[in-house]
């Protein structure tokens, strides 16, 4: 059984920084497809950040500039570094994997941007 795990959430000021982990654990052959996407109260989940073919990377536009995905393929981790957060950016951050051919998502992790 593969599980996903994200971890980082919390509460930030406007203008501060958290970095999400993703860890995928459990019986992997392959990986594709990492990406973060996010859900606000009232809202339909929505991508946030992936990497898509290879390298590249898409990026929602409301996050570009200040979001970052990174990953680390021999931990079977993706990342996600926010920067210059703002209120809007509140919701709950899923990470998804394609693992074994397979989609799976982490359980979310709460990020709340207030003063």
């Known amino acids: 059984q593969v599980q996903l795990v994200e971890s980082g959430g919390g509460l930030v000021q406007p203008g501060g920084s958290l970095r999400l982990s993703c860890v995928a654990s459990?019986?992997?052959?392959?990986?594709?497809?990492m990406g973060w996407y996010r859900q606000a109260p009232g809202k339909q989940r929505e991508l946030v950040a992936l990497?898509?073919?290879?390298?590249?990377?898409n990026y929602a536009d409301s996050v570009k500039g200040r979001f970052t995905i990174s990953r680390d393929s021999a931990k079977n981790t993706v990342y996600l570094q926010m920067n210059s957060l703002e209120p809007d950016d509140t919701a709950v951050y899923f990470c998804?994997?394609?693992?074994?051919?397979?989609?799976?998502w982490g359980q979310g992790t709460q990020v709340t941007v207030s003063s």
């Open positions: 998804k994997m394609v693992v074994n051919f397979l989609h799976y």
């Open positions: 459990g019986r992997i052959f392959s990986i594709n497809d």
């Open positions: 990497f898509t073919s290879g390298d590249n990377t």
